[in-house]
Each structure stands twice: as structure tokens, then as C-alpha cells.
């Protein structure tokens, strides 16, 4: 990826999005760009040109509808192809929102950042063909509709307006018990806390950036729509971060859970959550999020990747991949998928896994030039496992003389995986209580935290 940061600003310079991706332009850029917009004097024009340059940082932008979509680099790269990149993100975004203002901005914060990072993060290497039918892929919110003519102002208790967010199929959303013999349903509920987090490591192995986007999503198959109450952890703090917060709490600074902010589903009451942290809702059918929350704060990634490339003669060049487990050891991933672009005139690899290396599988894509390595859970010495470190170490052969710096040519890495019973935030469901019908009502009540990779990349 060759853009370091994405931004979207207002009229009035506030900051809407913030994605920041390869932590290389100091802090304070949208700043600095807005004033350069608003007091614009160089060149004998009243208004700034789409490309300028500020201390070594290029900007780029496009104004819509009175909104800025800025991206911002210090390399050199296609200018038509920046802004081509701005306008199509703005133009799938009003696509998928209905219309395109602050106001649908911020109450579609967690489906604007799944959009980005599917365009962005996925696909800029091959922005020839970023369309919409190809971004849809991985995208699982619904959006709030915003009326254009009539924008009615931000509330708490009407966030959620229509819909349910989908989630993809997977075990972790999937139903755990059978129906009863007899063929009738059980009377049962799951939440699911599902973390998406994107972190991004230097060279040595240092963290540059990292974010998380969460969900607390609910399934009910609870006859009679009783009344529930979701009791979350006391120490939550809201509203730190600094970032948009549809529904904010200011909390004095502290310890525990540190969130930048939330939103809820219109069916939760909030008459108790400033004193003792407790959502009390009555769950409509099907599968809806009760809460949606994003931090931006530094928190300790599940995977640590160190990478390093060297050359090994006029044609050779060598690779080490070494990825360890940060959680605990009682914790088991499931499969992670590692894949790295490597230059265009690599014409073979081979692969050099540890002698206990369980269910890792190594593959050279010679159409693409790209390295993948799979790791599968397979036994307690699989990197699945916490407390678990791997290497790769592969051995390129190139169809031409390299010239200049190797590790411009090639990466970064990028991981994938899947934590079940695992978040990055410690948030927590501490309770989940049933209005009782009778003393011998008694549901199944299911709690799962699951983690996922959403831009996992580490530098070379």
C-alpha cells in the first residue's frame, strides 16, 4: 500500500474517519491540511489544488457534497490513481449509505471503517478493478438509511433504524445445541463479542498502529420475548479516544476498559448503564447487534510478526518469517493464513519449515509472486496454541539481477486468522439475566468472545 493515511473532514474541519496505515506522516495532518484548504494564497488561486505538498507529505483530496476525502503519502506514486481511489471510495460509500453527510457518517462509523478497509487495505494492489462487487465480499453491516431532506439529529435510543447485521457463517455464530429430542426448539440465547482489529508492526517488530472494531451481537430463540438484562464490566470507561461517538459517556481517566465509542441497537433502555454498566433490552427475532464500539488506544496484539528479507548473492535473496502467540496458553487459535508479495522477477522459492512444524503447509503463487504459508490447529506444538513461536524461513531465486534495495520490492506481511474465547478490549459480559416466568424457567445461555484478523500487515 502506498497511501499512509485516509481521512475524511467537514466543512468545519472536524474529523469524521481516520485511518492511518502505515504510521510514516506525523501527527496533526488533518489539521495541517485543513488550514492549507481553508487559507489557501499560493499561486494566485482562491482555492487549493487537489494535490499539494506540506513538508515532504503529498495530499491528495476531493471535495463531496462539502466533505474532504483526503489520503496522504511521502512516495511517489500516480496522482490519478490517489484521486481515482477518493472518488470511488466516496462513491461506494453513498452507494451503501444512501446519502452521502456527516450525519450518515457517523451513525454508519463501524460499516464506513468495514468499507475502507475492504478497498484500501485488500485491494490496492490491484486498483485496477476496485469495484463495488468485489468490496461486498466482506462487508457484514447493514446501513442506517438517512433521509436527505429531513436529517433528524443524533439520538441514543433510535441509532438502529432498520435491519440486523449479518455476520458470516461461521462456527462462532452458529448455533451450539441441537433442538430437543422431539423436534422442539430449546429455549436458548447467545451473545457473541466479536473483535475485528488492525495493527500494523514496523520492520524491527514494533507496533505502528493499532485499532479494533467490536460487536456485541445477539441471537434469541427465547419464547415470549422476555425482558433481558446484560450486565458489562463496571470499569468501562466511553468516550476517551477523542474519536466520533454517536453515543458518548465522558469517563475521568483511569484503568479498565478504555472504549472511544459506542453505539446501541434502538431496543436497549440505558436507564442503568451510567451507574452499574447494565443494557436492559426485549430481543427482536432474529440476529441483531446490541452494541457496536471501536478503540484506537494501544492494546497487546494476539500475534507478534518479525520479518526480515537479505540478500544471499546477485539472484538470491532470503526470507525469515517468525510469528509468536501473545495469548495464553489455555487459548486455541484456529486456521491463520500469512501470504507476502514478493518482486516480480522472483521465479522460484523454496521453504524451510522447524522439524516439529504440525499442519503448516508453505505454497510460491508464481502468477502472483506470492509467498503463503497456512497454519492449521493440529496439536499443542502448532502455533494455535498460545505461548507458541514459528518460523519460515524461504529461499527466493530471482530471473534477474536485483538492483537498489531489495525490501522496497517486496511485502509487507500480512497475516489472517481467528480466536475463539478471546478479545483483544476485556470487555465482558459479567452477567445475562432472564426475566423469570416461573421458578422452573431455566434457558440456555451461551456467552463467545471470538478476535479476528481485519488488516493484520507487518513491514519488511
Known sequence: MMISQFFVLSQRGDNIVFRDYRAEVPKGSTETFFRRVKFWKEDG???????FNVDGVNYFHVKVVGLYFVA???VNVSPFLVLELLERIARVIKDYLGVLNEDSFRKNFVLVYELLDEVIVRFWLRANYINRGIEVLYVFNDPILIAPARLQPIDPAAIFTQGA???PGTAVTKSVVANDPGGRRREEIFVD???KISVTFSSSGY????EMDGTIQMKSYLSGNPEIRLALNEDLNIGRGGGVSVY???SSPGSGVILDDCNFHESVRLDSFDSDRTLSLVPPDGEFPVMNYRMTQEFRPPFHVNTLIEEAGRIKAE???KIRAEFPSDIIANTIAVQMPLPNYTSRASFELEHDAVGQKTDFKETSKMLEWSLKKASVGSLIVGGAEHTLRAKLTFSQEFHGNITKEAGPVSMTFTIPMYNVSKLQVK????AKKSSSYNPYRWVRYVTQANSYVARI
Open 45 to 51: 488561486n482562491a482555492e487549493a489544488p487537489p494535490i
Open 207 to 210: 507496533i505502528l498502529t493499532s
Open 248 to 250: 458518548e459517556y465522558r
Open 431 to 434: 452477567y445475562l439475566q432472564i
Open 72 to 74: 496522504t503519502t511521502r
Open 165 to 167: 447485521k449479518r455476520m
Open 193 to 195: 463479542i466479536i473483535e
Open 319 to 321: 526470507v525469515t518469517i
